[in-house]
Nanobody
Framework: QVQLVESGGGLVQAGGALRLSCAAS????????MGWFRQAPGKEREFVTA????????YYADSVKGRFTISRDNAKDTVVLQMNSLKPEDTAVYYC?????????????????WGQGTQVTVSS
């Protein structure tokens, strides 16, 4: 069992930056692939990025590549999403997910556990 709590969302102007954190609890956190997804109003939840259990491998959606960076600290049971050069189209609720697999999963059904989400709003 893994519990996830996101924080760090807010309102920012285009070109600005935000840092999202996902705090996990549960003894098996460090064995899970962790991912960030986002969901805008009226749209399906979409993959943003994922990181392997060790942190050695990452994968990004093309829409955020070069602007977002995912990292994890297994000693602190935390995953961080650094978002730079934000655009209005990045506006969404951002969710942290945990997948019990060694592969970098990009589909939401692969993730067993989710946080409650944190709102990110980018104004133009």
């Amino acid at each position: 069992q893994v519990q996830l709590v996101e924080s760090g969302g807010g309102l920012v102007q285009a070109g600005g930056a935000l840092r999202l954190s996902c705090a996990a609890s549960g003894r098996t956190f460090r064995t899970y692939t962790m991912g960030w997804f986002r969901q805008a109003p009226g749209k399906e939840r979409e993959f943003v990025t994922a990181i392997s259990w060790s942190g050695a491998s990452t994968y990004y959606a093309d829409s955020v590549k070069g602007r977002f960076t995912i990292s994890r600290d297994n000693a602190k049971d935390t995953v961080v999403l650094q978002m730079n050069s934000l655009k209005p189209e990045d506006t969404a609720v951002y969710y942290c997910g945990a997948a019990p697999t060694g592969a970098l999963m990009t589909k939401s059904p692969s993730y067993n556990y989710w946080g409650q989400g944190t709102q990110v709003t980018v104004s133009s």
